[in-house]
């Protein structure tokens, strides 16, 4: 999903291929896991809920594009990689609240799992309480247990990928270019929620560089 997800109305293909230029490949990487680790570091030592509610709002005033210009470009199963994710799904989430919503509330309709509840969002959900679960998510990675934190944003994932596919499943006749577009959202969302799990499970482990 990342990947396809780096083209949000707010945050252009030519900008992100603006960050590539000719830079080196391992300086960036090096940046990358440089910065989310002190930033992660400082935040979690002290958690001052000044600084941590500054920093869930960050790409409210700021735009995506600082965080994907440090971020964007890290391994998906790194600490800088799983940083940029949830900023992108809480944009995204803001973008279209509604929509997000919608899909959602679809999910929990029809998964078969505990999702639903891991991911922790308010009953019934809609486009305020899909906010609220962003937020909590990105400041749950400052405060509480990051790995729980990645854990609540993988199963947002899974629960819309249901969502997806069961809205898909709904077109599938009538309008198959819209049941395909969510059939490949649907993927996109099941491959971040795999991407969340791998990096909880190293988080836990001491692992997540």
């Keep these: 999903m990342a990947e396809n997800f780096h083209k949000p109305t707010q945050f252009s293909g030519n900008k992100f291929e603006a960050f ?4 080196d490949p391992a300086a960036i990487s090096r940046v990358a896991h440089e910065t989310a680790q002190a930033l992660l570091t400082r935040v979690r030592t002290d958690p001052d809920p000044e600084t941590v509610e500054r920093l ?8 995506i594009d600082a965080v994907a210009e440090l971020w964007s470009r890290a391994a998906p199963r790194s600490l800088p990689g799983a940083l940029w994710r949830i900023y992108l799904i ?27 509840v891991v991911a922790g969002a308010a009953v019934p959900t809609g486009p305020v309480e ?16 990051f ?15 249901t969502g997806c596919t069961s809205v898909a499943d709904d077109f599938e006749a009538t309008e198959p270019n819209r049941s ?13 929620a795999a991407e969340f799990g791998a990096c909880a499970r190293l ?3 001491d692992s997540l560089e």
Excluded: K
Excluded at 130 to 145: N, V, Y
């Design 20 to 23: 590539q230029g000719g830079e």
């Design 130 to 145: 899909i906010i609220a679960l962003a937020d909590e998510i990105l400041r749950g990675l400052f405060t509480g247990d």
């Design 180 to 192: 395909s577009l969510l059939t490949t959202r649907a993927l996109r969302f099941s491959t971040t």
């Design 90 to 116: 809480r944009m995204l989430i803001r973008q279209d609240p509604e929509e997000t919503a919608y899909f959602y509330q679809r999910g929990t309709e029809v998964v078969r799992t505990i999702d639903p």
């Design 147 to 161: 790995a729980v934190a990645l854990e609540r944003a993988a199963a947002y994932c899974r629960v819309t990928a």
């Design 203 to 205: 988080w836990r482990t």
């Design 56 to 63: 869930v709002a960050y790409t409210d005033e700021n735009g």
